[in-house]
Every structure is written in structure tokens, then in C-alpha cells.
């Protein structure tokens, strides 16, 4: 039954499928729909996802442009960037007397900061869960459509509302926030404490407290819908590890954003109505200010508490992504499904009792650290076994190395090598050395950063079929990948010796340290691959949007054999997904090559004696 | 879109569910206000004050419009149209009420010295009830469309509006149960 034919299938879907009257409600013009009510107020979970990625596209871009300004500053601190002057205007200070022009370090840290917020919260978490778990969500636990659509369409907008916010605060005179992304008081929290820190620091405020309302919206959805719109046989243990993984973080995001929001609140609290939740014993310019009584740690904990939770709400969904990415196209099952399920559980569960290792060397109680420690290193044994299932799923697999499987397969790699960094971070006493430098630099962008993308590259490259009933193009694809992986190394594996010597993050300048004045070249090698990692994902964008009207037209359902049940609609996508009955599901949705059938999707009744759980 | 979700019987409803799931979030929000209510304390240097006698008689008040909610619920279902109005009302002016209470109380508070620029136990005060009534408000602002469609539709019980109604009277059970949480903590840990 492997080359059941697209014919059969759709009978198959009529016959044996669960018919839950959703035809009947169709009275012509009700689902007429006009272009506002189709691109712009969509309810439709598969148009919400498209907005979503794009929206995270634009942001992407944004984002790296950022880093690729600040990198010029680090690496060519001695060149003149009159040049971006058009752009950026009284923030490059050009000296009239020689014209070289210097980026103003207030500006600098406007930079890293915008780059930080912008890229954690807006391209991998908005982008990422909200594009995916979107699209994927209904389709692959064949539901009509989310729970909620108007709360669905709602956190969209809760999220653009939050783009447009911040995107004006990079405009306004006094320049956007730049204490960091983590915003930590008292930075954060007085307005007259740098030039950010006034209406910038308020922009950005309103425009993450919209951020978080658009997650838990959205994580609402995703949660009831899983729990309570499975077509008839998909039970809990059938359903795909992608849909496992958005599940699982829509609940840490649920529990973890309204303890950021409550942070939120206290430093606006701070700000504006004089309180002194986490101000104590402050001077500024000399003078002391009256303020006490607060401790700027306790924000440190509220943040954390979802910081940490927040590094792996951006990578579950990519190792789900990946999960299912790869078994499809090694035609393998995956490796230890319920192994794959539980470390997910275990690796949420575990995000949440470990944030102070975010702030060894804060002052928190050196005995506090060792309970942090231990959970911390602990967290390795899930990570550990996702990654020992993933090998194993390659092992000996019928490896087709298209795009989306280059994508996969590099997402391991770097998950492996950020991941191994964490364990040293982790124990307190080493921390103290590496706390702050580029060594924390180089972990998290291998395994948080550079990994998270790659997730979402081969979710891309994979589902685009199913987004736009078109292929995108493989040459650029592959030449996408190699170059952004060379980069990834290029730009990262560096940064770990510049961290084990010392140098410290965020700083604007070195040329005045003795010690770290011989890194000059590293730091000018690490940009120019910066720039080239730049230019390489415009590659990827002009492959994305010139395949939306002009890449390859999809003629199969199915094109990569896949078994779940988004391969089972349409090539045109419909409203309510399937133009007829539900599928019902009757197995797991890995059986590749189970006797001697190349794939059953899941939809595919058992045969006398056949076992359809794992 | 409505017609997406098909209520299965001997299910919870997906947007009950929701809404469940919703409160959740919420309720997380407040056990972070909460707990680091409880680290700052300990860290010591705390204001202990004993609240305006607003704060009792806000608590009754919304405990018992909870009550009279509950059996506008029961009376809709039942029947029994007088009765739904009457206690629809009653349960609206006794949730206002729990309003305009908190907001003297927050003024006698100040009347005695409690100002947010003080210790922060007073600004915790004011963040904790103060979050608590936006939450409050949206509960109103939900019973005040219940009360149009009460008085203005004629009475019918259907599915859809036998849901919405549950829905609302949820979600007001649940700010009741979160204001008598706070207040007992509030109380206790002083
Ligand atoms: C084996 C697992 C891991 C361990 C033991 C670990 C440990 C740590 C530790 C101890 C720090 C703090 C270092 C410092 O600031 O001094 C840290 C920072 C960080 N980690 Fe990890 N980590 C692990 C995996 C991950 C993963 C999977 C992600 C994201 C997907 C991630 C993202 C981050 C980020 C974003 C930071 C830096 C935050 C900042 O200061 O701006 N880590 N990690
Ligand atoms: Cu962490």
C-alpha cells in the first residue's frame, strides 16, 4: 500500500473517516472571504502561520543587521563608518577634522541590546512556535482549524502590535533601550540613568508586556487544541514529535511568561509611580538618590525565571521540527519515541528549577549556586539522550541529503557543540572565570541562536510545499547551508578562546586593554564571516519569496512520503484543511520501512495482526 | 468561526478548556507577585501595617456575587428567566462593589501613611490588589455584554449562550477564589 495513489487516498479519507458535520455549516457565501479577511484579520491557522514567518523574517533581518553594524565596530575599530551615516544619522559622530565618523557607544549598546531582544523574543520565539506550531498544529492532529481562531488571529496582532512599538523606539531622539536584553535595574529602571533608559526603555515595555500577552494567547491555543481537537485515533501517544514539542512548549510559556509580565509590572511600578521595588542605595552624577530598600536581584530572579524556560521555548520546537524532519527523510522511525517524549518533559520540567545559574556571580548565597548547579549539569542527561536518539535515527538510515535534512543534520552538530559549553558554565566555581565573557557568547549562539534557526530553516525548506503548493530551490538551499554552517563556526568556535582569556561581552572597544589588544585580527576574521552570514541569508530570503509564485509547483500530495496527516489535504490548501471527512488515525506516524512497505501514513487502516503503538 | 469546534458530548468544551488554560496564566502571574512578595520580606526592612476594614467588606462582596452568579447560572438553566435576571444583577452590583470598595481602601491606606514611595511592602499592597482588579474589571466588563444580551434577547436557552454564560460565571469564580487567595496571604504574611 506504499504507492496508494492520491486517488485512493482521498477515498479512503471519505469512507473510513470521521465525519464531524463540518460540510453541513457551508452555505455558499459564508466563507467568502475579501482580501482584509483573508491576508490581513485571517482567523485561518495556516494564513496566521505565514504571517507569523514573515513577520519573524522581517524581524530577522532587522536583527542581523544589528550584529553586522556592531561587528564592524569590533572588528574595524579603526576604519571610519561615515559611510552608514544615511542611515543611522547622530549616531555615527563624525570627527570634522579628519571625517573619520565612529559609531556613538551609547549606540553601541542600543545595537546589542535591540539585536538580543529582537532576535530571542520576535525571530525565534514569535517566529519560530508561531509559525510552526500554527501550521502544524491542526493539521497534523487533523483539526479544522485551532480552538480559538479569533484569539488565534488575536496573538498575531498582540505580536505586530509589539513589533510596530519597538520598531518606533529605535526612531525616537533619545535612541532605543540599551542596557541589554535581559534589562536588568537599575539600568532599566531609572529613567535618567542613560539615554535608553527613558522613552526607549518604556517602548520597550509596552512593546514586550504586548509580546507576552500574544504568547500566552497563542499558548492557549496551542494547548486546547492538542488536548482537545485530535481527530478520532490520534491519541496522545501517536502523535508526531513535532506536535509533542509545541505542546510542550506552549505549557513552559504559559507558566514562565506571566512571571516576566509580573517583572514587568514591578519596574514599571519603579519607573513611574516611585516605587523602589529594585532600587536601593543609588547614585547618579554624584548624587544619592532616595530611593531604598529594593534589590535589584529579586528582578534578576523574575527575569530568569522566565529567561531560562524562554532559551528552551526556543529550541523544543526546534528539536521537534528536527525530530520529524529527520525521520522522514532518513525513512527511519525516529529512535526512541517515548524516550524523545519524556526528555522533552524532563528537559521543560528541569528549565524551570535552574535560572540562577544566570547570576552566580550576582551575590546569591554560594550555597543557593550548588542546588543550581546540580540541576544545571543534570539537564545535560535529556539533552543528552535527544541527541543519542537522533544519531541513532541516522544510523544506518536511507539518508536523502536534501536541503531540509542538511538543515537537520547541522542543527545536531551545533547542538552538540553550544550544548558540551553549558556543562563547563553550569559549575559555579568555573563560572566565575567565564561569567561575562565571550565564552557565554560562543555557547548560546551554537546552541540557542545558530541551532534554533537551523530548526527553523528545515521546518522551512521542509513544509514550504505545504505553505505555498511550491518547492523552493534546492541549489540555493544547499549553497544556503554550507555557507551559513562555515559561518556559524567561523564566527562562534573563535569566541571561545577569546572568552577562556577574559575578554568581556558587550564592551564597545578593547583598544584600550593591554591584554586583549592581540585578539585585533580574531575579532576582524569573526566580522568579515558575520558579513558574509548576512549576505548568505538574503540568499535564502530571495530563494523564499521568488519560490512563493515562481518555484517548482508541487503535482504530489505528498512529495516527501511522509506518514502524517498534513500530507493527507489538498495541494491547495482549503478552509477547514480537509475538503471532506476527517481522517482517522489508526498508528504512530513513524512506519517507515515497516515490512515491506517504504511508508504507511497514519491514516492507513492496520492489517490483521499489525501494531499500530510504539 | 464558531462552527470550527463541534462539542463533543462527555467532553469539556475546548473554550472552557481554554479559558482554563487561560487562568492558569494568570494564576502564575500572581504566584510570581507573591513569591517575591515572600523573598523581599525575608530580606527584611519591611513595613507591617493592618489593612482598612474596605478590604473585609470588598471580600464579602465578592464572594457573595460569586454566589449570586452561581444561582443566575442555575435559574437559566433551570427555567427559571426572573430569577436569571434578578441574581444576573445582583451578582453585577456586588462585583462593582468589590471594586469601588478596593478603591477606598487603597485611599484609606494612603490616608495612613501606606504610600507607594514607602517600604515596599506598600507597594507590593498596591501592585497585587491593583493587578488583581484590571483583572476584576474584565470580569465586568464581560458581565455588563451578559447583562445586555439578558435584558435585551429574549429568553431562550440554547447551547451557544448556555456556554458564553458559563464561560463568564467561570472566569468570575475565578477572580473571587484569586481575591480571597490574596487577601488571606496578604493578611498572613505581613
Ligand atoms: C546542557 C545544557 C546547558 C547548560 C548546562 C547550560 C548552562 C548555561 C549557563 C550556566 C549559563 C550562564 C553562563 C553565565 O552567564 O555565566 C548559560 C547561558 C546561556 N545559555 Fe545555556 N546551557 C545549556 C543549554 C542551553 C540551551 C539548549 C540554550 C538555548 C537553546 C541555552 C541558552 C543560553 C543563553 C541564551 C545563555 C546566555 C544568556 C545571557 O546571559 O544573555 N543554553 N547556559
Ligand atoms: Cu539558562
Request: net charge neutral; charged share 10%.
Amino acid at each position: 500500500m506504499a504507492n496508494i495513489s492520491i486517488h485512493e487516498d482521498d477515498i479512503l479519507i471519505n469512507e473510513q473517516g470521521f465525519n464531524d458535520h463540518f460540510h453541513e455549516h457551508h452555505h455558499g457565501d459564508k466563507y467568502k472571504t475579501n482580501f482584509l479577511s483573508h491576508y490581513v484579520f485571517s482567523t485561518d491557522h495556516k494564513m496566521i502561520s505565514k504571517q507569523f514567518l514573515i513577520t519573524g523574517m522581517f524581524w530577522a533581518v532587522v536583527g542581523a543587521a544589528f550584529s553586522v553594524i556592531f561587528r564592524l565596530q569590533l572588528g574595524f575599530p579603526e576604519e571610519s563608518l561615515a559611510w552608514i551615516k544615511p542611515l543611522l544619522g547622530k549616531w555615527i559622530v563624525v570627527d570634522p577634522s579628519t571625517g573619520i565618523g565612529k559609531l556613538a557607544p551609547e549606540f553601541y549598546y542600543a545595537l546589542v541590546t535591540m539585536h538580543g531582544t529582537v532576535i530571542v523574543f520576535f525571530v525565534l520565539t514569535a517566529g519560530l512556535s508561531g509559525t510552526f506550531s500554527n501550521l502544524l498544529i491542526p493539521l497534523q492532529v487533523g483539526a479544522r482549524d485551532m480552538a480559538s481562531p479569533f484569539m488565534n488571529m488575536l496573538s498575531y496582532w498582540f505580536f505586530f502590535t509589539a513589533g510596530v512599538i519597538m520598531f518606533y523606539s529605535l526612531f525616537i531622539s533619545t535612541g532605543p533601550f540599551a542596557g541589554g536584553w535581559v534589562a536588568y535595574p537599575p539600568l532599566s529602571a531609572l529613567p535618567q540613568a542613560s539615554s535608553g533608559s527613558g522613552t526607549g526603555m518604556t517602548l520597550w515595555l509596552i512593546s514586550l508586556i504586548c509580546f507576552v500577552i500574544s504568547v500566552v494567547l497563542g499558548g492557549i491555543n496551542y494547548i486546547t487544541t492538542v488536548l482537545n481537537l485530535r481527530t478520532k485515533g490520534m491519541t496522545m501517544w501517536r502523535m508526531p514529535l513535532s506536535v509533542w514539542s509545541f505542546f510542550i512548549t506552549a505549557i513552559v510559556g504559559l507558566l514562565t511568561f506571566p512571571v516576566l509580565a509580573s517583572g514587568f509590572f514591578m519596574l514599571i511600578a519603579d519607573r513611574s509611580l516611585g516605587t523602589s521595588f529594585f532600587l536601593s542605595d543609588i547614585f547618579i552624577a554624584g548624587q544619592a538618590l532616595d530611593r531604598v530598600g529594593g534589590s535589584p536581584i529579586l528582578y534578576q530572579h523574575l527575569f530568569w525565571f522566565l529567561g531560562h524556560p524562554e532559551v528552551y521555548i526556543i529550541i523544543l520546537p526546534a528539536m521537534g521540527i528536527v525530530s520529524e524532519v529527520m525521520s522522514v527523510h532518513v525513512r527511519k522511525p525516529i529512535f526512541g519515541y517515548r524516550a524523545m517524549v519524556y526528555s522533552l518533559m524532563t528537559i521543560a520540567f528541569m528549565s524551570c528549577i535552574v535560572w540562577a545559574h544566570h547570576m552566580f556571580v550576582s551575590g546569591i548565597n554560594p550555597f543557593l549556586s550548588n542546588f543550581f548547579s546540580f540541576f544545571t549539569i543534570l539537564i545535560a542527561v535529556p539533552s543528552s539522550v535527544k541527541v543519542f536518539n537522533w544519531l541513532t535515527t541516522l544510523y544506518g538510515g536511507n539518508i536523502r541529503l536534501n536541503t531540509p535534512m542538511l538543515f537537520t543534520l547541522g542543527f545536531v552538530t551545533l547542538f552538540i557543540s553550544g550544548g558540551l559549553t553549558g556543562v563547563f558554565m553550569g559549575n559555579h566555581v568555573l563560572d566565575i572565570q567565564m561569567h561575562d565573557t565571550y565564552f557565554i557568547v560562543a555557547h548560546f549562539h551554537l546552541v540557542m541562536g545558530v541551532a534554533a534557526f537551523f530548526g527553523m530553516f528545515a521546518g522551512v525548506y521542509h513544509w514550504f510545499p505545504k505553505m505555498y503548493s511550491r518547492f523552493m530551490n534546492e541549489t540555493l538551499g544547499k549553497i544556503h547551508f554550507w555557507g551559513t554552517l562555515i559561518c556559524a563556526y567561523a564566527i562562534f568556535w573563535p569566541q571561545h578562546y577569546l572568552g577562556l582569556a577574559g575578554v568581556p561581552r558587550r564592551y564597545y572597544s578593547f583598544d584600550s586593554f593591554e591584554a586583549f589588544k592581540h585578539f585585533a585580527d580574531m575579532n576582524k576574521f569573526i566580522t568579515i564571516f558575520a558579513i558574509i552570514a548576512f549576505f548568505l541569508q538574503l540568499l535564502f530570503l530571495i530563494n523564499f519569496f521568488y519560490s512563493i509564485w515562481h518555484g517548482k509547483k508541487m503535482t504530489n500530495k505528498n512529495p516527501w512520503k511522509s506518514n502524517t496527516l498534513e500530507w493527507t489535504t489538498p495541494i491547495e490548501p482549503t478552509h477547514g484543511n480537509w475538503p471532506g471527512n476527517l481522517p482517522v488515525v489508526h498508528r504512530w506516524a513513524y512506519d517507515y520501512n515497516k515490512d515491506d512497505r517504504e511508508y504507511v501514513m497514519q491514516h492507513i487502516p492496520l492489517k490483521d495482526g499489525e501494531v499500530g503503538d510504539h | 468561526m464558531e462552527h470550527v469546534i463541534r462539542f463533543q458530548p462527555g467532553k469539556i468544551h475546548p473554550q472552557k478548556f481554554a479559558l482554563w488554560v487561560g487562568m492558569a496564566g494568570i494564576a502564575m502571574m500572581f504566584a510570581a507577585l507573591t513569591s517575591a512578595y515572600v523573598v523581599k520580606q525575608s530580606a527584611g526592612n519591611w513595613l507591617e501595617f493592618s489593612f482598612p476594614n474596605h478590604f473585609y467588606f470588598s471580600t464579602i462582596s465578592i464572594v457573595l456575587s460569586s454566589f449570586a452568579l452561581h444561582k443566575s447560572f442555575v435559574d437559566y438553566k433551570t427555567g427559571n428567566e426572573s430569577g436569571y435576571k434578578w441574581f444576573l444583577f445582583i451578582g453585577f452590583i456586588l462585583g462593582s462593589a468589590f471594586v469601588v470598595l478596593q478603591y477606598f481602601g487603597w485611599t484609606a491606606l494612603y490616608a495612613m501613611g501606606v504610600d507607594l514611595k514607602g517600604n515596599a511592602s506598600g507597594g507590593f499592597f498596591y501592585l497585587i490588589t491593583g493587578l488583581h482588579v484590571i483583572h476584576v474589571l474584565g470580569g465586568i466588563a464581560a458581565l455588563i455584554v451578559t447583562m445586555l444580551n439578558a435584558f435585551s434577547l429574549k429568553y431562550k436557552v440554547t447551547e451557544k449562550r448556555k456556554l458564553r454564560f458559563d464561560l463568564v460565571v467561570n472566569y468570575w469564580h475565578f477572580v473571587d477564589i484569586l481575591w480571597v487567595y490574596l487577601f488571606i496571604f496578604l493578611l498572613v504574611i505581613k
